[in-house]
Every structure is written in C-alpha cells, then in structure tokens.
C-alpha cells in the first residue's frame, strides 16, 4: 500500500491545491492532506475552518481523508504511515523553498521521500494568498477555489 501526505496551511483551499490533491490521488492507494496548525503566515481562517472547507472540498474521493498536524510534518507522515510527501510546484520562486525543505525532511528522515507535481499550466497563478486578496477587494474568486470556499469567503467579506 502506497500512503503519501501532502501538507500545506491551506489558507484557504484553492483549485491549485485542488489539482495537486486530484493528481496525487491517482498515484497513492491513500493521500492525507494535511493542514498545518500554526504556520508562520498570517492566517485568515481557523484551523477548524481551513479543516473544515478541506474535507468538504475532497469528499468525491474516496481514498483522500483531511488531517490536522501541529507537529514536525516528517513525524506527522510517520503517524500516518505515509512514505511519501506530495509537494506542488508553481514556479521558479517555488523552487527554492521547497528545495530547501526537501534536503531538512531527508536529513530528519532518509527513508521519506518528496514528490514534486508541477502544476498544470491554467493554476500556475493561483496562490492562497492572492485569492484572499482578490476577495477582500471585493472581487469574484469564483474560479479559483472550491464552492465551499467562495461561499465562507463571502462570508468574511461582509462579515
Ligand atoms: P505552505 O504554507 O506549506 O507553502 P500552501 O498551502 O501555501 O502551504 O501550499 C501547499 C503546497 O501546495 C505547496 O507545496 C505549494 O507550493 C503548493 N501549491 C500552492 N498553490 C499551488 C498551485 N497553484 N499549483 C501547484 N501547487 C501549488
């Protein structure tokens, strides 16, 4: 059984991460996705929330199930059984950091080894942090991220 877990803040979810999550479904018997607690970025939505906006998001694939981690993601894929670590690649400036966080996950476990998928094409754009931005102007994310999304995005809009 091939077990892999993609990790990320997912602040909130978008079809880029979306993509990545379809993708990897189809190559691992089960994908955990992730979300983790405290990361160093501001976050909009609550930990509960980002789970919550996940898991309804996922739900038409059976073999992906939504976890919470507020420990080291290696220890996390360790709990979870997962061998491997799904990233997804946007661009250049990507690189870098997930480079980077490759070669400390190797050092703390040798045996884990991180997948990279390119993004396709249409979402090299999209990021997290630019559909928040885009929704707090007023404009309409619809496109870019799951219903569910949209939906509690509107939500703190007029909130
Ligand atoms: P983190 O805070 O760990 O970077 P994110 O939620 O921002 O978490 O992203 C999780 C992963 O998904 C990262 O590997 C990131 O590069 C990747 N990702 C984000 N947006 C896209 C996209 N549009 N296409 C492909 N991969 C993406």
Not at 9 to 29: C, E, K, W, Y
Not at 53 to 76: D, G, I
């Amino acid at each position: 059984m091939r077990t892999a877990l993609y990790p990320g803040s997912f602040d909130p979810v978008t079809n880029g991460h979306m993509d990545i999550i379809a993708r990897a479904s189809r190559l691992f018997d089960t994908l955990f996705v992730g979300v983790y607690a405290n990361p160093k970025k501001d976050v909009l939505f609550s930990l509960e929330d980002r789970v919550r906006m996940l898991t309804s998001a996922v739900k038409q694939w059976p073999n992906v199930q939504v976890r919470s981690f507020a420990n080291l993601t290696v220890e996390c894929a360790h709990e979870l059984g997962a061998q491997v670590l799904v990233r997804g690649l946007r661009a250049v400036t990507d690189f870098e950091y997930e480079f980077q966080l490759a070669a400390m996950y190797q050092q703390l476990r040798p045996d884990l080894e991180v997948v990279c998928l390119m993004t396709s094409v249409k979402y090299s754009f999209l990021s997290a942090s630019l559909v928040k931005e885009v929704a707090k102007l007023g404009g309409n994310v619809d496109a870019f991220v799951p219903e569910v999304v949209a939906a509690r995005l509107r939500e703190v809009q007029t909130a």
